[in-house]
């Protein structure tokens, strides 16, 4: 699924427009012109190189407005946000004002004190949304902060003309010292009938224009940035993870990918050496190797498997191998009933059962034993391989190094599990080698 156009440049918050030039590497994250130049095209989050963005028409929500300005004005949660907490501050204004005045002995009703506060104070709640979709749509960086000053100093006089507007029409908007009573601006109550006071207008406005602006529209200012900031954050976390994720996904295949051509040309390597000794041999061969490509081919990219599905797929495996070795080969299954539906790596078991047979039983004249055993134990699933042959030691007393099949097998492991996983490779003293494998017992959820 394709992701979200952006509409801001990730280094310098320039707003880019749908149809302006922009910079894009495989997981859209966008830069302008200047930062991509900057960058040498190459992108500082995935180190993926940065291409010029196709142009798209301009967004139809409105010319010039990004879906990241309007989300403000279209989330219902910001707006019961905005009224919850300006309808809080009212209260608690309106609470510390009476409690001030009682004091000091002076009379005043209490609910016309707290209506007071709520005419003064929640016509702020109607212009914080937009308020939010204004630092939103305009965030101020380093490279713009001068010009966005300029920007804001004339809306927080817009907001403030807006304010005194609102609270213009409410029957609190100002006091009158004469009659010692408040009055609407806009509502004349002893014709009523409307009546706009200018002069009130004019006095609201120098009177409330220094806290407007410092006390509500530039807190909502820091607000909106803090959210903005907070929001890309997490979209940066949110690429990240999934760049990670397909990595690591990419990882897996390239390693399963590694393992099935080894595991096929072997196969096929011992069924050459059978061809011109017993072709009725060969041909069963053939036919076990074709039900275990169709197994294969079935699994797909699936990279997890249940054990019991993986233990027969090595079976079958070990059915070649017995048509080629004959009774010098044997296989002794200790597997608990209950870790057949345990999740395991498809492919984890034949790469270890055919490094058995090439560097263990191989390398003896006498009859060859491979014992493959699984236990559950603490939470804990463990897998284990061991065969009778010389084990992981040559003739100098030297460790060999592990082969194609297990070293991909330890980075899958490593991959998938990272460091709730142990391979353990050992010589037994009896002779032969041992291969353990721990991992998180996961079973299969129960289908209904």
């Keep these: 699924m394709a992701l979200e156009m952006k509409t801001w440049c990730e280094i310098c918050g320039r707003d880019l427009a749908a149809d302006s030039e922009a910079y894009v590497c495989s997981y859209e994250c966008t830069y302008c012109e200047k930062c991509s130049a900057n960058l040498k095209g190459v992108c500082p989050n995935c180190g993926g190189e940065l291409n010029r963005r196709p142009r798209r028409a301009a967004d139809p929500v409105s010319p010039g407005t990004s879906q990241t300005a309007v989300r403000p004005l279209q989330s219902g ?75 804001y100093l004339i809306c927080g006089l817009l907001f403030c003309v807006a304010h ?128 275990l490509l169709r197994m294969t081919l079935q699994d797909g990219a699936a990279q997890l498997t249940t054990l019991d599905r993986e233990l027969d797929f090595v079976s079958r495996y070990l059915d070649i191998e017995k048509m080629r070795l004959g009774e010098r080969l044997s296989i002794v299954h200790d597997i608990s009933p209950d870790t057949l539906d345990a999740q395991v790596p498809h492919l984890l078991l034949q790469p270890l059962v055919e490094n058995s047979i090439q560097h263990g039983i191989a390398k003896i004249t006498g009859n060859g034993e491979i014992r493959i055993a699984s236990r559950h134990e603490d939470n804990s699933l463990f897998l284990t391989v061991t065969d009778n042959g010389p084990g992981f030691q040559n003739t100098n007393g030297k460790g060999t190094k592990p082969g194609v099949g297990i070293r991909a097998t330890q980075e899958r492991l490593r991959t998938l599990y990272g460091d709730q996983h142990s391979l353990n490779l050992a010589t037994l003293s009896s002779g032969g080698a041992e291969v353990t494998i721990r991992l998180p017992f996961r079973p299969i959820p129960d289908k209904d």
């Design 164 to 291: 005194i507007t609102i609270r213009g029409a409410t029957p609190y908007a100002y006091w009158d010292p004469k009659v010692r009573a408040w009055h609407s601006a806009m509502w004349d109550y002893k014709t009523h009938s409307p009546r706009m006071n200018w002069l009130m207008f004019e006095d609201l406005f120098y009177s409330n224009v220094v806290d407007d602006i410092t006390g509500a529209f530039v807190p909502i200012i820091l607000v909106g940035h803090m959210l903005s900031y907070y929001s890309k954050l997490r979209e940066r976390e949110r690429r990240t993870a999934q760049l990670e994720a397909q990595l690591s996904k990419a990882n897996l295949h390239a390693l399963k990918s590694q393992l099935q051509p080894h595991f096929l040309f072997n196969t096929m390597h011992s069924i050459s050496g059978l061809m011109f000794a017993d072709v009725h041999a060969a041909d069963k061969m053939m036919t076990r190797l074709s039900e």
């Design 77 to 151: 949660l910001i707006w019961i946000s905005s009224f919850g907490v300006w309808s809080l501050v009212s209260i608690l204004a309106g609470v510390s004002i009476f409690q001030f005045y009682r004091a000091r002995n002076i009379s005043m009703g209490f609910w016309e004190n707290q209506l007071t506060q709520f005419c003064q104070i929640l016509p702020y709640a109607l212009l914080t949304p937009f308020v939010l979709a204004l630092a939103a749509r305009y965030p101020v960086t380093r490279q713009n902060w001068l010009r966005r000053s300029g920007l």
